[in-house]
């Protein structure tokens, strides 16, 4: 898979260049269009949907458009390490590469239940989005940062990190993020991004803004 991509930094468009036959996994909510005869297979149910993906005997493409403006980046994966990748974050990845909620790593941060993180892990490319610009946090060994969970979009699995309440006995959610934060220590890299979803959709409802508005 070759990913092209157009309109970044702020509107980010990512076009999954796919081989005769070869095969991509997609959230279905970005998908704006495909070549004419590309295969397209949703499973699963929302807001857990995958579509895969799969290019015809000449080839084909997919364009992912996330639903929030920002930026994209990709992430190439050698088979050696994985990334933990933010579930709002993950736009597509290659059919090489495994999603694994209950890897060790996930489980450690939520004693075992299922929250807002992934696990990828194989050999190919991932795509994430952000809201707002990109920042790539490049964490020297023994460096350490605290980063809201609403503005962490992924981080290699080489980078120690905890996770615990923003503040003392308020409200959070190992589901959501909410009201979280993640200590991190390197070496390794984490991104973020600027804007936090999570926030945009608090202040949308302080400000009385509705779909109905």
């Not at 503005?151 to 003392?168: G, K």
């Amino acid at each position: 898979m070759q990913v092209r991509t157009r309109h970044t930094p702020t509107f980010g468009v990512a076009r999954l260049v796919l081989a005769p036959g070869e095969m991509v996994l997609v959230d279905p909510m970005t998908i704006a269009a495909t070549s004419y005869g590309l295969v397209v297979e949703v499973k699963g149910g929302s807001p857990k949907a995958v579509a895969l993906c799969t290019a015809g005997v000449e080839g084909g493409w997919v364009d992912a458009a996330p639903v929030l403006p920002g930026d994209l980046h990709l992430v190439e994966l050698d088979g050696t390490s994985g990334w933990c990748i933010a579930r709002h974050g993950w736009i597509a990845s290659s059919s090489t590469v495994v999603m694994n909620p209950g890897a060790p790593v996930v489980k450690a941060l939520f004693g075992g239940a299922e929250g807002f993180l992934n696990y990828a892990q194989g050999q190919g490319a991932v795509v994430v989005a952000c809201c707002g610009a990109l920042d790539l946090v490049t964490l020297a060994v023994g460096e350490a940062v605290t980063i809201s969970s609403d503005h962490v979009v992924a981080f290699a699995d080489s980078v120690q990190c905890r996770l615990r309440p923003s503040v003392p006995d308020g409200v959070q959610s190992v589901h959501t993020g909410e009201g979280l934060v993640f200590d991190f220590a390197g070496p390794g890299a984490v991104i973020t991004q600027t804007r936090g979803p999570r926030r945009l959709t608090t202040w949308l409802r302080a400000n009385g803004v509705s779909s109905r508005s």
